[in-house]
Each structure stands twice: as C-alpha cells, then as structure tokens.
C-alpha cells in the first residue's frame, strides 16, 4: 500500500445541475451528483475514488464551483487536463469539471473551507417560469425588495439559526457566522445572497421562505430578527423551493491556490 507521501491529493472544481439527483451525498440508488463524479474518477483514475465536497446539497440544489478533493496512488497519477476533459467525458451533461490542480496533503475541502457563498434565484412574476423551470424560485404575488433587504440585516453576524434549520438537521450546533446577507431586484429577478462559515441544512431556503414573507406584507420587517431570537422553526414560513439555489462558490486562505468563487449572475445571464 503507498505511503501518505505518495499519494497525490487532488482538488477539482465542480459545476452542476442539480434537478436531476437526489442531492449531493451517495446513496445506494446511485443518483447523487457524488455517485456520478467518483464512477467518472475512478474510470480516468483506474482506481476506486471517494471524493470529499466542501458543502452536501440537497435535491435540485444547482452549484457553479463546489470543490471537492481526492486522492490517488502513484500509478493513478494522470495530467492535470484529464482530470478535467477525461473525466468530463464519462460525466452525464448536467456535471462538468471546471478545474483541477494538486493540493498539499492536508488540505480538505471541507475543514479548511472559510466561508460558503449561496445565491438563491427568484422569478416574481405572476406567471411561472418554462424555460428556465428547475433553475428559479417562483412567486406569483407583488414583492418588495427593500422591505426584505432591510429584514435580512438582521441575519448578519453571529447567531443561533435554529429557526431556519431542518428538523433532521444532523449539526453539532446551530449557531454560524453570517456575512453577508443582501437582497436586490433586477426587473422580474429577486437576487438573495449569503455568505457564512457554514450553513445549516435547509438553512438558506428558510431564509428566503421567512424574507419572501416580509416581502409580500404576511409578516413585519423585525420579523427575522424575532424568529432568530426564538429559535423556533415552527414559527417560520415554509421551507422555500430548492430549484433556485445555487452554491456559488467557497472561500479558502490564499496558501491553498484553489480559485476564487465565480460571480453567479454573468455566469448564468450576463447581466
């Protein structure tokens, strides 16, 4: 069996729709975007692969850079561009690598990771969405943008988020550092945006439920801040659809050289 020292830990950058898989983590049916993307290594590799993601998405949720790393035995070792176009090539349409490059042998995708960067897209219009259906949120009623970005100012810094968790949520603690929590409209688009250390499961499509809600005048702009302080999931709205959700991206410190989160609106409508 080679050595830690021989083995080469590799990092890729993966891009993927999320409306075809029963989310992130393998399951025994194999269709998770996990299962796809080891049996698409491994081919290339040679070798059985398990990789290891920076962030578990549900069903339908979409990413434009989720990373992930593995490792390979020395006879594994292939060119930097066949971790990319090799193993693209045994992916289904719906994945694709972006990128790939050695890491150091410690790092990990996961604990090494700083932030986590989420951006939740909405089509409010009174008639749904067939061309992009799968990638929007959808709400039919009137929303003020304003309203919900001065609502979601309450989610900035440290808190509990114990009102925006799953009930079979499996973290050791619900309280997370929120740093960035914005919400803007571009014509029939609602764009919400998050950046924090972690996130809980279902957390951001709680969120967005709980801001929908202050946007269309159900409930008052302090309403977020009431709902964190109570810690009651049971008070908040419903858990909103996962087709808008997109993991944009993760941050790392700068020695590790893995690529900066893409921007989500150019990559999607070059706005």
Not at 227 to 254: E, I, M, Q
Request: charged letters at 15%; hydrophobic letters at 45%; glycine letters at 6%.
């Amino acid at each position: 069996m080679p050595s830690q020292q021989q083995i080469q830990r590799i990092a890729l950058g993966i891009e993927y729709d999320g409306a075809a898989f029963h989310g992130w983590q393998s399951q025994p049916h194999g269709q998770t975007v996990q299962d796809v993307l080891e049996q698409a290594i491994g081919q290339v590799a040679a070798q059985p692969i398990r990789v290891h993601c920076a962030g578990r998405t549900d069903a339908g949720v979409h990413a434009l850079n989720q990373v992930v790393h593995f490792d390979c035995a020395p006879a594994s070792v292939r060119p930097q561009q066949a971790w990319i176009r090799g193993v693209n090539a045994h992916l289904p349409s719906s994945v694709c690598v972006r990128w790939a490059q050695p890491v150091a042998a410690d790092f990990h995708a996961r604990f090494d990771a700083r932030a986590r960067h989420y951006c939740y897209l909405l089509h409010n219009h009174p008639v749904r969405p067939a061309l992009m259906h799968g990638r929007l949120g959808w709400h039919h009623h009137p929303l003020d943008a304003a309203r919900m970005q001065a609502a979601a100012q309450a989610l900035l810094g440290e808190h509990d988020f114990s009102a925006f968790r799953a009930a079979e949520c499996q973290a050791k603690s619900a309280v997370k550092i929120m740093q960035q929590a914005t919400v803007r409209r571009h014509g029939e688009l609602i764009i919400f945006e998050f950046r924090a250390d972690a996130f809980l499961q279902h957390m951001v499509r709680n969120m967005v439920g709980a801001l929908v809600a202050v946007g269309n005048g159900r409930e008052a702009v302090d309403s977020i801040a009431r709902l964190l302080a109570s810690g009651d999931r049971r008070r908040a709205a419903p858990t909103f659809s996962a087709a808008g959700l997109y993991l944009v991206g993760v941050d790392y410190a700068p020695h590790w050289n893995i690529p900066l989160p893409a921007r989500i609106m150019p990559a999607l409508f070059e706005i």
